[in-house]
Every structure is written in C-alpha cells, then in structure tokens.
C-alpha cells in the first residue's frame, strides 16, 4: 500500500535536507580553510552557541537591540504615513520633501551612521539611523497608494456627502493597504541590516552589533559566526511573522 506523505511534512522535509546541505558545504569549507580562526567547524559554533544561550546577558542584548529595531520601524511606519498623507494634499509639500527623500535614499548608510555619531549617544545612534533607512520606503509607497486612490469613489463621496472618516475607512484604507504592507515587508529586513552596523560602529554596551565587533577583536570566531547566525534566524522570524500578520488579515 502507497503511504501519502502530507505536502506540509514534504515541505517541511525539503527545507531541512537543504539545511543539511548547506552545513555540509560550511563543513566542507572549515576542512579546506584547516583554520578555526578563519571558519569554524558548524559542531564548534553550534557549541558555542548554546554556551552563550546559557548566560543572561544573551538575551538583554538582543532584547535591546530588538528594541532599537522595533521603535525605528514604527517611528518610521508613522512618520513616513503621516507626512505622505501631508504631501498628497498639499503639492507644494511634496515638492519640497522630495529631494530630502531622494538624498535620503542614494545615500550610503555608513556616512548616516558617522553623522548620527556627531549628533547623538551611541544608544539612540540605531534607532536614528533605523528611522532614516526606512522612513523614504514607507513615505514613497504611502504616496504611490494615496495616489493610486480611485479619484472617482472620492467625487461621488463628496457628491452624497459622505462623512470624512467613513470616506477614510472605506476608500483610503483599502486601497493604501496594499502598499504600506509592501513598505513594511521591505523595512523589516533592512532595519536589521542598519541597526546592527550602527551597533557595530556606535558600540552601545549591550547590543549584538557590539557582540560581533567584541568576538572579531578577539578573534573568537566561532562566536561571531553564532552571533551572526542568531541575528539571520531573527530578522529572518521577524519577516516571516510580518508576511504571515498580513496573509491572516487577508483571509
């Protein structure tokens, strides 16, 4: 008798052979380097790993940099709806936001990062920098969704006098939806990436940027590649939470 094997389970075993191939390719790499200080063996990191998971301190600096993270999207998310809802109803602040938006986005992230060192503690210097980054995402395509909205629902509302905020849940809310989820999609992933590099050079005491900088100057490799391994299962979690959020309210 032919045995069916869910296609979740499928899914789920697919995923981990392509883990396992990609350890063995780590392990592999380890065996030709011959130098733990270069690359570490994935048994060492492992080990390593679950030694930093038994001490409090793991945790409070991710909890911290968490923190950082989470307060520069949402300052971020707020900030970039509010002034593109500005902009779409007042042309002449559009105007005069684009450029900041355009040298926001062409420039690199470490000359914000020095910036926000001459201006800020070294634990505010992520958040800034987190805020910075993300803010033209979610300005740009809340402005593309304002202006996508239908321009003909707006005339009849005004025509049959229908009331401000059921105009904005309704009309506005709908039709931007598609586009902030999109903003925050991209956002999540890149708040990671900006607040750990402002860690790494601002070195607030308790971060995971300041771990990584901490284990490459002491050369303890095995310690880096943990850290590194624990800042992708987040960031990639946090991804995933967010796609998974916004799939649920679809249903």
Known sequence: ????????????????????????????????????????SPGATFKKLIEMMSMGGFYQDILLTFYRVGVGVILSSILGVISALIAY??????????????????????????????????????????????????YTNALKGFNSVDKELLEMAKVFKIKTFTVICKIYIPQIKSYLEAALEMI?????????????????????GYNLLSSKSYLETDSLFSWVIVIVVLSTLCEKGVNSMFKSSKR
């Not at 296609?7 to 990609?22: D, E, N, P, T, Y």
């Not at 000359?111 to 993300?134: E, G, N, Q, R």
């Not at 999540?188 to 995971?208: D, F, N, R």
């Open 188 to 208: 999540v992933g890149l708040s990671w990436k900006v607040v750990i590099a402002a860690e790494v050079l601002a070195v607030p005491k308790h971060s995971m």
């Open 89 to 138: 109803m007042i042309k002449l602040v559009q105007e005069i936001l684009t450029p900041f938006i355009t040298l926001l986005k062409s420039t690199p992230v470490m000359a914000v990062i020095i910036l926000a060192l001459l201006w800020f503690t070294k634990d505010t210097v992520p958040i800034f920098v987190c805020f910075l980054m993300c803010y033209p995402v979610v």
């Open 1 to 40: 008798m032919k045995i069916s094997i869910p296609s979740q389970i499928k899914v789920i075993i697919r995923k981990g052979c392509i883990v396992f191939l990609w350890i063995m390719v780590w392990q592999c790499v380890h065996s030709l380097m011959g130098k733990d200080i270069l690359v570490p």
